[in-house]
């Protein structure tokens, strides 16, 4: 059985990062992973561990932008639909991996996520090949700092959800960035300091964080944006689809645990008898205490 983890995100939320400590992780697990490059505008630099697919293989952005003319974003988008226009260059590429872990790194243009078909297109083809495939979506612990930034975060992450209809996991990356201790002279409060039940609030995502009453904040001179976080509101609670596991990377406990989770998502290994995803307890957040 083949595995496939699509990792996802907006830009800057540590996609790269994140999916090289998950290959050392597997490398070291024994495991064998492999790395597959889907950002077209990627550097070859970047990447800690060579990608064994590489879409600039087929097509880079350098080239779409210098022949055809198109800014970033519709090079990028063209480079995808070139892409599903050559899907059997790319069935052809993951044939030769039998019993793999493929780590999929993806760009950072949510809208490739929430409305263009090219990665529900991809996910269909990659079941259809027999590869076992799941999600990861990121953001970072800075998105915490500002609720309308973390509310806009969820309804991403919830678009993209149904968008692929795969298993799936968001992530809260960075929380070695976050401290409940306003003073720490290792200068990790960047995110900003919280204590652990107010992390618990974004992780598990309350919507009483974004609900206020009327005449509060900035509701009084613009009604309609207090009328559109109140939907908001009722479509979190109506919906709770959206939940975070905390990474921290600087610690290996948070890694495994994200990696266990999925892993049970997945259910790898399934001719062994299926292991429960470690649960977090207060131990967890200790750091941050």
């Not at 995100?9 to 050392?24: E, I, M, R, V, Y």
């Not at 059997?88 to 872990?101: A, I, S």
């Not at 090949?129 to 953001?139: E, F, H, K």
């Not at 500002?146 to 968008?163: I, Q, T």
Request: include cysteine; charged fraction near 20%; glycine fraction near 6%.
């Amino acid at each position: 059985m083949r595995y496939a983890v699509l990792v996802t995100g907006p830009a800057g939320a540590g996609k790269s990062t994140f999916t090289t400590s998950f290959l050392t992780h597997l490398t070291a697990s024994r495991r064998t992973a492999h790395l597959v490059n889907l950002d077209p505008a990627a550097s070859s630099t970047s990447f800690e561990y060579e990608p064994v697919i590489d879409i600039k293989d087929l097509v880079s952005l350098e080239d779409v932008m210098g022949e055809l003319g198109y800014g970033p974003n519709g090079g990028l988008v063209y480079c995808f639909e070139y892409l599903l226009q050559n899907m059997d260059w790319l069935e052809e590429e993951l044939g030769g991996f039998d019993d793999d872990y493929l780590i999929f790194d993806c760009p950072g243009q949510i809208e490739l996520y929430t409305h263009h078909p090219f990665l529900p297109t991809l996910v269909q083809n990659l079941t259809r090949m027999g590869i076992r495939t799941s999600a990861v979506y990121l953001i970072e612990s800075q998105f915490m700092e500002d609720k309308y930034k973390f509310f806009s975060g969820v309804l991403s992450a919830m678009s993209a959800m149904v968008n692929l209809e795969i298993p799936w996991i968001n992530i809260m990356s960075k929380m070695d960035l976050v401290t409940s201790n306003p003073e720490d002279p290792s200068g990790g409060a960047r995110n900003g300091f919280r204590g652990r039940r107010n992390i618990a609030r974004y992780l598990d995502p309350d919507p009483l964080l974004l609900a206020s009453a009327r005449g509060q904040e900035d509701n009084t001179a613009n009604p309609r944006f207090h009328a559109l976080n109140q939907a908001i509101v009722q479509l979190i609670e109506d919906h709770p689809l959206v939940s975070f596991l905390p990474l921290d990377l600087t610690s290996s406990d948070s890694l495994e645990t994200v990696i266990s989770h999925i892993d049970y998502t997945m259910q790898y290994g399934e001719d062994e008898e299926p292991k429960e995803p470690h649960d977090l307890d207060e131990g967890d957040f200790q750091d941050m205490e």
